[in-house]
């Protein structure tokens, strides 16, 4: 088990790793370098922004993700408008069928509660219980051809000693498209979880069966493990201060691409990060 700070050091200890000891495998005939049974703890998991030069993570894609979890939807399009090739993994209908994480937690109909709501209720009830588990896996045919399939199986959340600490399992992960962006969307699940239930923030843990790199970023991937870990930053995200204040950034990105205007006086520091970090309109982060 690899202990990290930040999810700057987690990108380039694993970048090394798979350049270094990945073994050569073909998935669908798709070249990678693979190593099996991953994982690694992040300590502080607010310290989720990849800023490694040269890396060009894009954090205007991590906040929009997480806006779009948050608004559990599965339409395509809010993401395309950041990046459009996301609408390689649409189906026929423009919906994500496997990777609409939000759908899967947030969902709730008139027979029952969402699973988050179930699982803050569990904590609730028993602070202590290890039956805390957001189940993410979507799909009941692993083998039917999709574009989409789910790569995150669970997520589970474990209170002790004040704080709450956050468990991932993932079936699949690419340590470039994959691991940066699901650290920032998961722990980011985790700190509002914690502020749910009143708890300090934990360690943030992940574990992937297959963590690999496919061919095409061989070279970026070994560029960033050639990086000189004393001059990597923190990439700290500000505290948030309210599950209120992440829900009402999550609409403000929704409104902001529909061209609508906001009263930037009720803007905590967070979402003034968020914005920022969106870069749509300077004017709204000020």
Not at 31 to 43: H, M, N, P, Y
Request: contains cysteine; glycine residues 4%.
């Amino acid at each position: 088990m690899n202990t990290f700070s930040s999810s700057n050091h987690v990108q380039l200890a694993l970048c090394c790793s798979l350049m270094k000891h990945g073994l050569d495998a073909k998935p669908r005939g798709l070249a990678t370098k693979e190593l099996l049974g991953a994982s690694f703890v992040i300590t502080q998991p607010r310290n989720r922004l990849t800023t490694i030069p040269g890396r060009g993570w894009n954090a205007s894609l991590a906040v929009a993700e997480l806006a779009w979890n948050l608004r559990a939807e599965q339409s395509v399009e809010p993401l395309a408008f950041y990046v459009p090739r996301w609408r390689a993994f649409a189906d026929e209908h423009g919906q994500l069928r496997g990777s609409c994480y939000g759908a899967s937690i947030f969902q709730q109909t008139s027979q029952a509660p969402s699973q988050w709501q179930q699982v803050r209720a569990l904590l609730r009830d028993d602070p202590q219980s290890r039956r805390a588990v957001l189940s993410l896996r979507r799909e009941r045919d692993v083998s039917a051809p999709t574009n989409d399939l789910s790569c995150t199986n669970t997520i589970q959340f474990i209170a002790r000693e004040g704080r709450l600490h956050a468990f991932v399992n993932m079936r699949s992960n690419d340590v470039i498209w994959g691991v940066p962006y699901d650290v920032f969307l998961f722990s980011t699940l985790q700190e509002l979880m914690a502020l749910e239930l009143h708890l300090d923030l934990g360690h943030y843990h992940h574990y992937a069966s297959s963590m690999h790199v496919y061919q095409r970023h061989f070279k970026l991937a070994k560029s960033i493990a050639e990086s000189d870990v004393s001059k990597l930053d923190h990439g700290n995200m500000p505290a948030i201060e309210s599950v209120e204040s992440a829900i009402r950034f999550a609409n403000m990105e929704a409104g902001i691409r529909a061209g609508k205007s906001f009263d930037c006086s009720v803007k905590t520091h967070y979402e003034k990060k968020c914005l920022e970090l969106l870069k749509l309109s300077p004017a709204l982060a000020a």
